[in-house]
């Protein structure tokens, strides 16, 4: 029995570069910063209205992230309210193939989001 079992592990290990498939790559660029309010639902606002102006396709909106495509390249932003008077943090991450687009994109966005201002009860 333990010569079959071994023989079976023997087999699968040295055939499974054979059957295995080709990974494929993509990188994750993200950055962070400072917006203009301390809300954390406003600055989920300010995500989704840049996700809207921007052109991102498929926009998936929850309580804690705003997500969508744009080209080859997907999408998802988020806040963190911090507390004691300081400004929420918005977060931009951008997934793709192509390094140039995608940190393209997340510079677009990410120039966008902290670049609003809120006027009212913010």
Known sequence: MKTLLLAGTVLALTTLPIVASRAQAASLYWSKFAVKTQSEKT??????D???????????????????????SYVAMTCVGRGGGQSAIGIVMVMGDAAAAAT?????????????????NC
Do not use: W, Y
């Open 43 to 48: 600055c989920m606002q300010f995500a989704a």
């Open 50 to 72: 840049v996700a809207s102006r921007h052109g991102l396709q498929n926009i998936r909106r929850i309580p804690i992230e705003v997500a969508g495509t744009k080209g080859s």
């Open 104 to 120: 393209g994109l997340r510079d677009e966005l990410a120039t966008a989001f902290k670049g609003i201002v809120c006027f009212d």
